[in-house]
């Protein structure tokens, strides 16, 4: 059993459509997270959830939603999409908030090209 | 200067070797360090933590030096396995946790 799975794998996209991205976990963690992962390789923080609460919100643009319908779940919609977008997308999850002392579990990445 | 540097490597390295290389971060009062292994393509997952005493986990060595702001790992006895990137990550504040870029190593038979 995947414990925390994405889909799409894979999304080709013209500029400007709306696409989502979602994310499931069956570990029973309370804080799920998305990652972008851009072309130099960093992996940064875009939002994260703790029990379907906001926690963190980095500075990404409006047109990103996050949407957590239970703390199983945590799923991307992107507006508007640009050429910048194109990166690969990581949901991940934690047993707790708490990073100092908790393991994230990825899942296995949505490579989204932007066209 | 950014959170969390590594030096990019890569670092290609024979079969049995040891290779080690580093990592900086900013902030000086981060807690938590670890060091996470990318494959190509594949999602990060968790190698060790690295604890202030310094730690091991079979050939894998990972060092704190909380005076000069860096975390090490050192892999001793390398495989063809052992072929990753390996990402340096740091307690920033609170719940965020800063990745560096990563640092590539490639081990040849």
């Known amino acids: 059993d995947t414990a925390v799975s994405q889909t799409p794998k894979y999304l080709v996209t013209q500029m400007g459509n709306d696409k989502s991205i979602k994310c499931e976990q069956n570990?029973?963690?309370?804080?799920m997270y998305w990652y972008k992962q851009d072309s130099k390789k960093f992996l940064k923080i875009m939002f994260s959830?703790?029990?379907?609460?906001?926690?963190i919100n980095e500075t990404v643009p409006n047109r990103f939603s996050p949407k957590s319908p239970d703390k199983a779940h945590l799923n991307l919609h992107i507006n508007s999409l640009e050429l910048g977008d194109s990166a690969v997308y990581f949901c991940?999850?934690?047993?707790?908030?708490?990073?100092?002392?908790?393991?994230?579990?990825f899942g296995s990445g949505t490579q989204l090209s932007v066209l | 200067r950014k959170e969390v540097e590594q030096d990019p490597g890569p670092f290609n390295v024979p079969e049995g070797a040891t290779v080690a290389f580093n990592c900086t971060y900013s902030?000086?009062?981060?807690?938590?360090f670890f060091w996470y292994r990318q494959d190509c393509r594949k999602e990060p997952k968790l190698l060790m933590s690295?604890?202030?005493s310094g730690n091991e986990d079979g050939r894998f060595t990972a060092q704190l030096n909380r005076a000069s702001q860096y975390i090490s790992l050192l892999i001793r006895d390398s495989k063809l396995s052992d072929s990753a990137t390996y990402l340096c990550?740091?307690?920033?504040?609170?719940?965020?946790?800063?990745f560096g870029a990563g640092t590539t190593v490639t081990v040849r038979a």
């Open positions: 991940a999850s934690s047993q707790s908030a708490d990073s100092s002392n908790e393991k994230l579990f």
């Open positions: 570990l029973g963690h309370d804080t």
């Open positions: 959830y703790n029990n379907k609460e906001l926690i």
């Open positions: 902030n000086s009062a981060s807690q938590s």
């Open positions: 690295v604890y202030s």
């Open positions: 990550v740091v307690n920033i504040y609170d719940y965020k946790l800063s």
